[in-house]
């Protein structure tokens, strides 16, 4: 199974909208949503049934027993993430505490321990032919990596030995969750912006990914909103040595499609008419022997 | 006073509105927690008055003392020391700096190092000083930039602040908000729009901040961000009719609120609003 990932660095270039064009024009059997902070694929997915849902345990937070806990302070002073402090007893704050076990090592009356948390959840939607894997990270939680693995994990694990293509639709950023959704995949796909935000952005994504050794193709999406822009995109991936696989115009049909719960292929506009040829150039790319 | 804008999807307009408060006001601090990808300084284009690297704490192994007893391994939660080949490999940046391994290490075999993460950089733009923080492509998190970026000698008392959160609602979010004195929550008119504003809208509750929606980027047509607000009872503080010229003069790197006067108009009201908004605040919760 060959995967594409789809990035951008800067957030609402259109991930997502291209994702979901993808997903219907290669009629893939497995897809998945990395975006575990703002999941947005569910959305326009359109399936039947409702998912299989599993909570996903995060590290498990510390916890104090006030009625073993001597008020040493040794856990406060040893806790690196400012997680513990002293209001008349000691508290924990679970958004701050990232689980590292540190109080629960030094606090000398066994006061501490460590129980297991959630920090989101999993799902699952799977028929005869094809599954999505999504999931939710839960408000203020952290890791946010390891969830993302996980998705990934789901997706393959039920994905069916047919499946060929598996479109991922990756979260904003550098960080974390990007990292965790770069491992392993055959290929990435940057939805560049005509704009100075949008191409810092995707100068970073590309330093980011290239430490991944993976395939990177470049596309425009809005590019006429500024022309210019968009030249310079095309001369950093040249430059860059970077595929260059098209560009997709502004269409204020967009907005409608997607409110309307449907991708931008289901639909008869300009946009989906020029996403074809994007989608196209990129699976001739993706599968192209090495 | 500190004023956060946050949105939960990327690219509703969270940066154009921090950096066009910021500019309409008498005199701000424009802190771009977006570190990950900050696009503020972009704008304000700022003659940059110092640079300070970032680093965070990670362990290295003296092996004339490590016995292999593999204590740390066992003890380090996130998995980033391992012990093959009879040597301790420690992989940095997994590692989450709590400090575990050196505490129980029974020989004293690890110590710290500085490992830099990324820089803050702190300029001026006429009436604005910018602080901005970048994380070096690879790192995973940004947490102790915007932790550092947000710390006191930067955010001034009695001033407006404007703090650029990064998208999502994850923990880089919470640190953005953690001290801030009203929230203005950014939203697109899409389905996506309105389900990531739902849970910015979850977060600004569970940490009792007082907070408003901005709608950006609005259509003739029916906006679900608007009615989602009408649903809840969300105060609306203003709307940004969707426009080509903002658009172009945005992807230009202009500060829009310098360019036309009825822009000037909106985010000057805007930050009236807003000020106003935490004034009654801290009379009526102080």
Redesign the interface.
């Known amino acids: 199974m060959k995967q594409l990932l789809i990035l951008s660095g800067k957030g609402g270039t259109g991930k997502t909208t291209i994702a979901s064009a993808f997903i219907r024009l290669a009629e893939a059997k497995a897809y998945a949503d990395c975006d575990v902070d703002a999941p947005n694929l569910h959305l326009i997915s359109n399936w039947d049934s409702p998912p299989a849902r599993k909570d996903y345990y995060g590290l498990p937070k510390a916890m104090i027993d006030l009625d073993l806990c001597v008020e040493c302070g040794i856990c406060q002073a040893n806790c690196r993430f400012d997680a513990i402090s002293f209001k008349g007893k000691y508290e924990i704050n679970p958004y701050a505490c990232e689980g590292c076990s540190v109080c629960e090592f030094v606090c000398p009356a066994k006061a501490i321990t460590m129980m297991p948390a959630v920090a989101g959840e999993l799902m699952l939607y799977a028929d005869a032919e094809k599954v999505f894997s999504t999931a939710q990270l839960k408000m203020g939680s952290g890791n946010s990596g390891l969830l993302v693995t996980e998705v990934k994990k789901q997706m393959k694990a039920a994905a069916k030995t047919e499946a060929k293509i598996a479109v991922i639709d990756g979260s904003p950023g550098i960080g974390c969750p990007v990292i965790a959704s770069l491992s392993g995949v055959d290929m990435v796909l940057i939805v560049a912006e005509p704009s100075v935000s949008g191409i810092s952005d995707m100068e970073r994504i590309i330093k980011t990914a290239a430490g991944f050794n993976t395939r990177i193709a470049v596309c425009i999406n809005k590019f006429d909103i500024n022309r210019e822009k968009s030249i310079q995109i095309k001369e950093i991936c040249e430059k860059e040595n970077l595929d260059f696989v098209g560009k997709i115009p502004f269409d204020p049909a967009v907005v409608k499609i997607i409110n309307s719960g449907q991708s931008i292929v289901e639909v008869d506009c300009i946009s989906g008419s020029e996403v074809k040829k994007v989608f196209q150039k990129t699976m001739g790319l993706l599968l192209k022997k090495a | 006073m500190k004023i956060a804008v946050l949105s939960?999807?990327?690219?509703?307009g969270k940066?154009l509105v921090a950096v066009n408060l910021a500019a309409v006001s008498r005199q701000a601090t424009y802190i771009d927690c977006?570190v990950?990808?900050a696009?503020g300084h972009?704008?304000f284009k700022p003659e940059w008055l110092k640079k300070e690297d970032i680093a965070v704490k990670v362990p290295q192994v003296n092996e004339d003392l490590c016995d292999g007893c593999r204590k740390c391994v066992n003890?380090c939660?996130?998995n980033a020391l391992v012990y093959i080949k009879d040597k301790l490999q420690i992989f940095e940046e997994i590692c989450?700096?709590?400090?575990?391994c050196l505490?129980?290490c029974p020989f004293k075999a690890l110590k710290e190092k500085d490992k830099v993460i990324g820089v803050i950089q702190k300029g001026v733009s006429d009436n604005v000083i910018i602080y901005t923080g970048l994380?070096n492509?690879?790192?995973?998190?940004?947490?102790p930039i915007i932790n550092k970026l947000l710390s006191k000698e930067n955010v001034p008392e009695n001033q407006l602040t404007i703090i650029d959160c990064?998208?999502?609602?994850?923990?880089?979010?919470?640190e953005s908000i953690k001290d801030a004195d009203y929230c203005i929550l950014v939203a697109?008119?899409?389905?996506?729009g309105v389900?990531?504003l739902n849970?910015v809208y979850?977060?600004v509750k569970?940490f009792n901040k007082p907070f408003g929606v901005l709608l950006n980027k609005c259509?003739p047509?029916d906006n679900?961000a608007e009615k989602f607000c009408r649903e809840n009872r969300i105060r609306i503080l203003s709307r940004i009719p969707f426009d080509?010229n903002l658009?172009?003069l945005?992807?230009?790197?202009e500060i829009v609120v310098k360019k036309e006067k009825k822009y000037q108009q909106l985010f000057s009201s805007l930050l009236d609003t807003v000020v106003k908004e935490v004034q009654y605040e801290t009379t009526a919760n102080p």
């Open positions: 939960g999807k990327g690219g509703t940066t977006d990950e990808e696009n972009l704008f003890f939660k996130f989450h700096s709590c400090g575990g505490l129980v994380l492509p690879g790192e995973p998190s940004g947490v990064p998208p999502g609602s994850a923990c880089v979010v919470m697109e008119p899409t389905l996506f389900h990531n849970m979850q977060l569970l259509l047509e679900p080509n658009g172009t945005n992807s230009n790197g």
